[in-house]
């Protein structure tokens, strides 16, 4: 079945951080899965479309509206104005690439932030996870699936990617903020290894999509 | 042994969210703790003393410092007046009460945000989790253990103390703020029946205090 629906997907870069490195991996991870849409096209002819938000960019502050989110249905139930415009493209997308550190062993605060602020817009839709850290962010990974599975009801896939520094100079660089030499896909990386796993998890999110789409059509 | 060091105590209440039933949640647990601690004295002789934080009264921005923190050995270290003031407050307690929500089975990002601001601060330092919450925030208070007692080398009890809403009224006064009905400690609340737990639970971390003190000594 052919499905015309236009597939909407959020690369979301977790990072908050004043120096980070968060934004240039989320753009080598989307590099990795638009080379990969080439070789091997989304099921049910879906056609994709992606959008990168950069929470660091995105600036919101720390949660200040007075009401629950699961109580409000649009964008106009919020109070501020950054809150009905983050509700409004988060609404507007269909599923979800997360590609964020670990603090901590656990989610970053910016991250688990950006989360909150919503509920609603992000119920049901499918998502796939990308941590990277000194041990992979496993823990991060862990805390992020139960966060969006559980407490927001939206669809896991069942395996995270977790991208494990190879050095200490890569902690180094990742923490300065500087480049890592990751771009472009295809090419030699501290990651190469990786993309592999990236692509196969892409390839399990956009069959969810698919499937997604065609029961809404 | 008589340890003559004052030990110090922080009652954190994790909550930042504008409508919050925190604070008096924290204000119940902690007079809870210290009408115990007038029938059971802390072992070791050691003399207490609590000091209650409210996050959302500290009114941290979402974490705005270019450095690591576990990079970062004192208080004039980091770039922030409002980063200097909490590293100050934390570097002198001993220990601590974590009362928090959760949300979205998670950590509410205002408290991950004030924890991931600072690190040697945190280290070595014995710790206590009250949540509460529909389901007694079970996945906030694990999630908790993993970050303070894992990722910030803190150390962590055995049990936490999950409090349960008993019923949507609960709920709904917590969602706006309104009061429980909570204090004083030893009449009959709606979490009358978790007193015991927290006091039992109390012991443990006085013990801890106690054991930290004789060896400072």
């Known amino acids: 079945m052919t499905v015309s629906k236009t597939v909407r997907v959020g690369v979301i870069s977790g990072s908050t951080r004043v120096v980070r ?8 991870v989307r590099d990795i899965i638009e080379k990969d849409l080439k070789q091997t096209p989304a099921p049910g002819g879906v056609a994709l479309e992606f959008e990168t938000i950069d929470l660091g960019a995105l600036g919101l502050p720390l ?12 964008a106009e139930g919020y109070t501020h104005e950054h809150t009905r415009a983050w509700s409004r493209q988060v609404a507007a997308l269909d599923g979800f690439v ?28 499918p998502f796939m996870v990308v941590t990277y850290g000194g041990h992979g962010g496993v823990h991060a ?4 699936q139960l966060v969006l599975g559980g407490g927001l009801k939206m669809l896991a896939l069942k395996e995270t990617v977790n991208l494990t520094y190879p050095g200490k100079d890569v902690f180094d660089k990742c923490a300065r903020g500087q480049p890592l030499g990751l771009p472009p896909a295809g090419t030699a990386t501290i990651w190469q290894d990786r993309q592999e796993d990236i692509a196969k998890t892409w390839r399990e999110l956009a069959a969810s999509l698919a499937t997604k789409a065609e029961k809404a059509t």
């Open 21 to 28: 490195a968060g934004p240039q991996i989320a753009a080598w």
């Open 63 to 74: 949660l200040d509206e007075p009401g629950i989110p699961a109580h409000i249905g649009t």
């Open 98 to 125: 997360f590609v964020t550190a670990q603090h901590n062993w656990g989610i970053p605060a910016g991250l688990k932030n950006a989360i909150d602020y919503l509920y609603n817009e992000w119920r049901g839709k």
């Open 141 to 144: 990974a862990a805390a992020l």
